[in-house]
């Protein structure tokens, strides 16, 4: 009987796994299967959130995109520690400076089925977004319409005047 089992045990390695190219296929599988697998706790977000953002493009949900060489306007998001912030438009100016219209979106930042959700009001609509991913560099946010925003953290227009 145990030698039974080592024919069907061999038999079946050399059907599967008998050649090189099935284990490079096995592998490339494996090592695919766990980049994808290994996505960050939407927690490591929350500090990224918070600064100066410049909209670099939009991809709408038919798949279109739209690329924006120039902003005119950048978003200012600010949070505290209960994640509970702002959201502004602000033009900026040079050295650090920047004009507003003083008007602001009041936002919320929660954990919810293992997303990161903002959830934005003012005093005319309600909405939610979620972050797809948040570094020091970018911002990824996906709205209700399911159209992707990407921001890449703006960086202050600064003069030397001497």
Known sequence: MKNYYNVIAKQTFSVCCGNLINWKNLLFILIMFSLFNCSKSPETYIEYIAGYWEIEEVTLSDGSKKEYKFNDTIDYISLNDSLYGFRKKLKPGINNT?????????????????????????????????????????????????????????????????
């Not at 293992?114 to 979620?130: G, R």
Request: charged share 25%; proline share 5%.
């Open 98 to 162: 920047y004009f507003t219209s003083g008007n602001a979106e009041t936002l919320n930042v929660k954990i919810e089925n293992n997303s990161l959700n903002i959830y934005y009001s003012t005093p005319y609509a309600k909405w939610k977004e979620t972050v797809i991913e948040a570094t020091p560099k970018n911002l990824r946010i996906i709205n209700e319409n399911k159209d992707v925003y990407l921001y890449k953290r703006y960086t202050p227009i600064i003069l030397s005047v001497e």
